[in-house]
């Protein structure tokens, strides 16, 4: 039987300081060797992962999301990741079938594995499970003819989505402040599912700091955030239209991925999705120092 969703929380839009690499790294290291030996986690690695998974994940349930490393085909890393509960809308099936992410990774890594990918300039693709999460969320407000805004759109992977999503009609928004990611993206759209919206102009990405939003094509029905603030913009909640939502991880320590919802009278209603672990939404100079 499947198991409920589960949500790893590696899913960050930028790369993680080599400490907290580390870090990571050795509490799998004991997830392997737990697998073989069945010994329990030591305390202090158990609250590791903890903390770097999201929601109320189990080391078992993460273990057996892991098992889709022999995926080869897109269509069948979404069954993978629908097999397990972590995609249970239609349209979010649909719409990642249809933007192939072996178009978004660099050559030669596995794409369809359930992990983030390094892309270069200390930046990494966010692995497919957060991508499924981050799209449900926001499905309601990715109708055909809304504005969609992606902060760190990196290779360009969910601004594609979001672009099947609001059609021709709407319009999708990416904004990333390393220019040589901005150029590589808009050459993966160009060979994607998404590249006639491209073409025609209700998609486009965007050189800027993606803390300050892209107001020239606001209001936003949908805002995707892909790095942890400290707090929320004031500037993507202006942006925002009133009955849009924003998913944004918050926090330092402890983050947590935040759904921000604006009402009709422009008020926001704020709550907590699930605990999660990003680096910092930062500068182009601090992301490429890695801190």
């Not at 178009?103 to 390094?118: A, C, H, I, K, R």
């Not at 947590?256 to 604006?262: E, G, M, Q, S």
């Amino acid at each position: 039987m499947p198991t409920s969703p589960v949500v790893v929380a590696y899913g960050c839009r930028y790369c993680a300081p080599l400490n907290r690499r580390l870090l990571y790294f050795t509490a799998h290291r004991y997830l392997h060797r737990r697998r073989r030996s069945r010994l329990p986690l030591p305390p202090l690695l158990a609250a590791v992962t903890a903390n770097l998974c999201t929601g109320n994940s189990l080391v078992r349930r993460m273990e057996r999301l892991w098992t889709g490393s022999g995926i080869n085909k897109n269509k069948a890393m979404v069954e993978h990741l629908q097999r397990y509960g972590v995609i249970t809308s239609k349209k979010v099936s649909e719409v990642m079938e249809t933007v192939d992410r072996a178009l978004f990774v660099p050559e030669g890594t596995p794409p369809y594995v359930d992990s983030p990918m390094q892309i270069g300039h200390n930046a990494t693709i966010s692995a497919p499970h957060m991508h499924a999460m981050c799209l449900q969320l926001l499905e309601e407000n990715l109708k055909p003819g809304m504005h969609a805004l992606d902060v760190g759109s990196g290779t360009g992977y969910l601004t594609a989505c979001f672009a099947l999503m609001v059609g021709p009609e709407g319009r999708a928004v990416g904004v990333e402040h390393i220019p040589e990611l901005v150029a590589s993206s808009i050459k993966n759209i160009q060979k994607s599912a998404a590249a006639p919206l491209l073409e025609e102009g209700s998609l486009s990405i965007h050189v800027g700091d993606g803390r300050l939003g892209w107001p020239e094509f606001e209001p936003y029905d949908a805002i995707h955030v892909g790095a942890a603030a400290p707090d929320i913009p004031p500037a993507l909640i202006e942006q925002l239209k009133p009955g849009g939502r924003m998913v944004i991880p918050v926090g330092n320590l402890f983050q947590y991925l935040k759904v921000v919802d604006k009402n009709p009278d422009g008020s926001i209603s704020v709550r907590d999705e699930t605990s999660v672990r990003y680096v910092p939404l930062t500068s182009r100079e601090a992301q490429l120092r890695g801190n």
